[in-house]
């Protein structure tokens, strides 16, 4: 059944039941047996013997089928409690089913398995073949107490259970809010300084262009002039290269968010043969 849209499914926020886990709440059930069959356990054994392998019976059934509890809580919680009517031996998976069943917190199938304990419990209270020691009213309130203890203590667990499932959801949340923050910031830090190469990158380019247009200009420049110059286009052609290689790293590091270094300034400075007016005819 699906829970309420702002809350959990009780089959999100159940934790996995260990082994250890299932073995200490069985124990505990057997503890819970032992004192609802208690009173009644001499006298069968004595004078009702086929009551005896009955409950004996009934009892082992039960310890069985709460194991299986979470596939089907309500089901299984009412077929323990009419187990318990007729078996001592149990009440303490009875108990169990039905604290199971509560950490849901459905109202209805609590006040119903609620009721139905009750009348299961003062059932065999009434039938057993022991003999009251204590006014009726007295077992009446004890059996009162016990069923409100039992669904109250389910609804605290899952109440528990769901605000822990809660925190747990919202660190995962604040992890990957975390983690798209800085993703971001380094998508950003990346753009930025791929538009800070790129400036440069203009700007070397630029450069280059100035110098070869001053070479097809000046027609006076002699053989090492030529070469000098030549030589200077091919240096700034080489530093656009390089810058541009880093303007593609920034731009493809995508993982590591390393920063590829700053290209260094550009340079102002000029051959000067170049700032060297031509001759004037």
Known sequence: M??????????????????????????????????????????????????????????????????????????????????????????????????????????????????????????????????????????VSINVVVNSAMMGWGMYLGSRRELLWTLRQRAVRAESEQELRVARGRSQERERIAREMHDVLAHRITQVSMQAGALAFREDLTVGQLRDGLEGIQGKANEAIHELRGVLGVLRDETTGALVEAPSRPSTTWPRWWRTPAPTA
Do not use: K
Not at 15 to 26: C, D, H, I, N
Not at 66 to 81: D, E, G, H
Not at 99 to 115: F, N, Y
């Open 2 to 139: 699906a829970g309420h849209p702002d809350r959990p499914t009780a089959a999100e926020i159940r934790p996995e039941l260990t082994v250890a886990g299932q073995v200490w709440r069985l124990v505990a059930c057997l503890v819970i047996s032992m004192l609802a069959w208690s009173q009644a356990l001499e006298r069968e054994w004595t004078d009702h013997r086929g009551i005896f392998w009955g409950e004996v019976v009934l009892g082992l059934g039960a310890f069985v089928l709460v194991v299986f509890r979470r596939r089907a809580p309500v089901t299984i919680a009412a077929i323990l409690a009419l187990m318990s009517a007729f078996s001592g031996l149990a009440a303490g998976p009875a108990t169990l089913g039905a604290v199971s069943m509560a950490t849901a917190r459905r109202p209805w199938p609590i006040i119903g398995i609620g009721l139905l304990n009750f009348c299961c419990a003062m059932t065999y209270t009434l039938y057993a073949p022991f003999v009251l020691r204590e006014p009726i009213w007295i077992s």
